[in-house]
Structures are given as structure tokens and as C-alpha cells.
């Protein structure tokens, strides 16, 4: 099994900066891909950004595209969420996802850092 842990929520001004952490644990791990996910209240879960495991081609949803960075550290079996210029409507729970190979879905979730943007 692979454990997904989150972290590097927390509240935040509009404009301000968040980074978040995604350790990964567990079996031997060399996921398809990465991705990132978010719930904001009264919403339903939504892409955020993805990033593959091996050559890390990344893509992102408009709505962040140019403020939020997706990275990895494949040493640390560990992906980021660089969120910068952060506005009131990206107030959600961010949860990290992995997919394990090209025609699985995402397979593995954490339980999700909370993100409060206040205007």
C-alpha cells in the first residue's frame, strides 16, 4: 500500500503565498504520476495540477495556471504545491492523489491540508 501525507496548510491573506507537501510512504514507490486536487465548500473535488513521476511534464488547471508550481523530489518520494498570488476562491481542502500507471486512475489519496485564503 502507499501512505499519502499532506501538509503546509493554513491561513493566509489574498496575494500571500502557500507551499504544500505530499510525503509519500509505504510500498516501493514509482508512481505514473502525481497530482494535486482540491475541494472548496460546496464543491466538488476538482484538478489542481499533475506532474509525472519519471520526466516531469506537468500540467495545470486554468484557474492556477501562472500562480500555482508543481515540483518533485523523487529522492524524497515527496511532491510540492508552490501557491503563489492566492486569491479568496482557492479556499479549499488540498489532497495529493497518485496514479500508478498510465490507464489507472488515481489510485492513492491523502486525507487533505485545509487552504483558507482571507480577502
Known amino acids: 500500500q502507499v501512505q499519502l501525507v499532506e501538509s503546509g496548510g493554513g491561513l493566509v491573506q489574498a496575494g500571500g503565498s502557500l507551499r504544500l507537501s505530499c510525503a509519500a510512504s509505504?510500498?516501493?514507490?514509482?508512481?505514473?504520476?502525481m497530482g494535486w486536487f482540491r475541494q472548496g465548500p460546496g464543491k466538488e473535488r476538482g484538478f489542481v495540477a499533475t506532474i509525472s513521476w519519471s520526466g516531469g511534464r506537468t500540467d495545470y488547471a486554468d484557474s492556477v495556471r501562472g500562480r500555482f508550481t508543481i515540483s518533485k523530489d523523487t529522492t524524497k518520494n515527496t511532491v510540492y504545491l508552490q501557491m503563489n498570488s492566492l486569491k479568496p476562491e482557492d479556499t479549499a481542502v488540498y489532497y495529493c492523489?497518485?496514479?500508478?500507471?498510465?490507464?489507472?486512475?488515481?489510485?492513492?489519496w491523502g486525507r487533505g491540508t485545509q487552504v483558507t485564503v482571507s480577502s
Open positions: 492523489a497518485a496514479k500508478l500507471n498510465i490507464l489507472s486512475a488515481y489510485n492513492f
Open positions: 509505504g510500498r516501493t514507490f514509482s508512481p505514473y504520476s
